[in-house]
């Protein structure tokens, strides 16, 4: 496992943007798949986007075209490029990462998340 530290969250207005960052303790470079989720008030946690180290990259149908994932391993951080923001894409967004790539029962398995950090669209 690796600690992540996610980081630059805050209050914009729809239409704005916003770049996530999530730093891991140790090299990225290892570990296979790195992914964000996010979670609303009272909804549950869902996928945003996930990104491998192969390049292979995979969003959640609402953010295509307006989101980003990107991986620096020289700076051992996950991006997440979030452009075109609306109301419905306040949330606390998590970082997750796993050495491996798993799949049980048709969901991706992480084994180390960052504390989330909250971006809050005004409409």
């Known amino acids: 496992q690796v600690e992540l530290v996610e980081s630059g969250g805050g209050l914009v207005q729809a239409g704005g943007s916003l770049r996530l960052s999530c730093a891991a303790s140790g090299s990225i470079s290892s570990l296979n798949v790195m992914a964000w989720y996010r979670q609303a008030p009272g909804s549950q946690r869902e996928l945003v986007a996930v990104?491998?180290?192969?390049?292979?990259?995979h969003y959640q149908d609402s953010v295509k075209g307006r989101f980003t994932v990107s991986r620096d391993n020289a700076k051992n951080t996950m991006y997440l490029q979030m452009n075109s923001l609306k109301p419905e894409d306040t949330a606390v967004y998590y970082c997750?990462?796993?050495?491996?790539?798993?799949?049980?029962?048709?969901?991706?398995?992480?084994?180390?998340w960052g504390q989330g950090t909250q971006v809050t669209v005004s409409s």
């Open positions: 997750a990462s796993n050495h491996v790539i798993q799949i049980v029962a048709g969901k991706p398995v992480f084994d180390s």
């Open positions: 990104t491998t180290t192969d390049g292979t990259t």
